[in-house]
């Protein structure tokens, strides 16, 4: 199990001084990301090899929001490769070893040339130590769109919004998203699922649906056609 060490910046925080949704998905995406830099098939080596993880679905579980200043303790782990997808989980604690938040995750190992998943070799896998799947109750990957689901105003990716991998960042299809959340919508679980890349300049057009504590957000295409699909599930508490 990988672990690093952070605390919750002003960078990281909202007006009300919390760490955001978007920066706990960020702190997890660091996590994994440092742990394949550790074990040396990292940044540089998906570079050399025109290859790229590419993430599928998130599902997070937010139990509290740290607030500024916290020292929080982020882990992660894969429990399992089939073909070309990988399962991992994460979970964050604060300084007394309470639990902050935890997460299932998949993705997709991608030829960066040809756009197309490719089986993860083994060299790769070894490189990867496992350990049992988080104790969570999991959900499907796949998210079903609501039905009448109203149009909102278009936007336009920007170079701010684009990662390593030439496309929009996991995390900034939330931030889109959570601008559709209701004023004190106080977000418990996510579930996202990453269908299509958008790229730089893209137009992207959110559809929303709001119902009882929840909230579903799909960003498309000029054609209808979903890049992402964001489930907000609020805490009935």
Not at 23 to 34: K, P, R, S, V
Not at 188 to 205: G, H, W
Not at 210 to 218: A, D, I, L, P, R
Request: include cysteine.
């Amino acid at each position: 199990m990988f672990c690093f060490e952070s605390i919750v910046r002003y960078s990281e925080i909202d007006a009300d001084r919390y760490m955001t949704l978007p920066a706990i998905l960020d702190l997890l995406q660091d996590c994994c990301t440092f742990q394949s830099e550790e074990i040396g098939v990292g940044l540089d080596f998906l570079q050399e090899n025109h290859r790229a993880w590419v993430l599928s679905s998130w599902q997070v579980v937010i139990c509290r929001y740290p607030k500024m200043g916290e020292k929080v303790r982020a882990y992660t782990w894969p429990y399992g490769f089939k073909a070309f997808l990988g399962y991992r989980n994460f979970k964050i604690e604060d300084a007394a070893g309470e639990v902050i938040a935890y997460a299932n995750s998949i993705w997709v190992y991608m030829d960066t040339e040809n756009k197309r998943p490719v089986k993860v070799p083994k060299e790769v896998k070894e490189k990867y130590p496992f350990e049992e799947p988080y104790e969570m109750k999991y959900s499907d990957r796949k998210i079903q769109l609501q039905q009448n689901m109203q149009a909102k105003e278009a936007i336009r990716v920007g170079r701010f919004q684009i990662d390593t991998n030439q496309h929009v960042n996991n995390s900034k299809y939330i931030l889109m998203a959570e601008e559709y959340l209701p004023d004190g919508f106080f977000v418990k679980e996510l579930r996202a699922e990453y269908k299509k890349e958008a790229v730089l300049s893209d137009l992207i057009c959110p559809k929303v649906k709001e119902t009882e504590h929840q909230v579903m957000v799909s960003l498309e295409n000029e054609s209808g056609e979903p890049y992402a699909v964001i489930e907000f599930v609020e805490d009935e508490g």
